[in-house]
C-alpha cells in the first residue's frame, strides 16, 4: 500500500468533520513539543508491555536488526535520551567522525562544497536531499544543509507547533 499523500490525508480529515491541525505544510515532520511530551509521559519509563521508544524510524528498525544506525543520529546525543542502553551502545561503537578531505572530495563529486564537519553533522552547501542521504548513509554521520538548518532539539521537525519561546529555548 502506497503512502497517503497530504491532499488525501486534508480530504479524510474533512470527511470525518475533523479540523486540519495546521493551516500549512512543511518540508519536515511535524511534531509539537506538547505532544512529544505527553507521548513521552504516557510511554515512558518503557516497560514490558510497550517495549522501546524512539524518535526516529530508522533507530527502531536499526535496534530490531541489531544494528547501529545508519543515519549516524547519534551525532544529535538529545535523541538518544529515550533510547535503550544496548542500541545507545551499538551506535556509539560505530560512530566516527569523518575526516574532512574525505567530505569534502564526496561532496564535490555531487557538486556541492563541505562548509564544516562538527560534532554532530557533515554541512555542506549545493546538495539535493538525494545527494546528502548519499553521504549521509555512506559515512553513517549525519550531513545537514546550510539553507535546512536542524535547529537544537527539533532535528528533522519542521517550525510548525512551536512557539516563538519554544523556538528560542530550544535554540539556546
Known sequence: MAPLRRDEIRDYFRSVGLPEPYDETARRKILPEALEQRILAAFLPVDTTH???????????????????????????????????????????????????????????????????????????????????????????????????????RHGRADIGWTARERSEVMA
Open 51 to 153: 517495549g522501546p521508544l524512539f524518535r526516529k524510524t530508522s533507530c527502531a528498525v536499526c535496534h530490531v536488526h541489531g544494528l547501529p544506525d545508519y543515519n549516524g543520529l547519534y551525532g544529535i546525543r538529545e535523541l538518544c535520551d529515550i533510547c535503550p542502553a544496548g542500541q545507545l551502545q551499538r551506535c556509539s561503537s560505530a560512530f566516527k567522525r569523518p575526516s574532512p578531505p574525505v567530505a569534502a572530495e564526496m561532496a564535490a563529486v555531487l557538486g556541492g562544497s563541505l562548509v564544516e564537519v562538527n560534532e554532530r553533522a557533515v554541512v555542506v552547501s549545493g546538495l539535493s536531499e538525494a545527494s546528502r542521504y548519499l553521504i549521509q548513509h555512506t559515512l553513517g554521520y549525519q550531513v545537514h544543509d546550510t539553507t535546512k538548518p536542524h535547529h537544537h532539539g
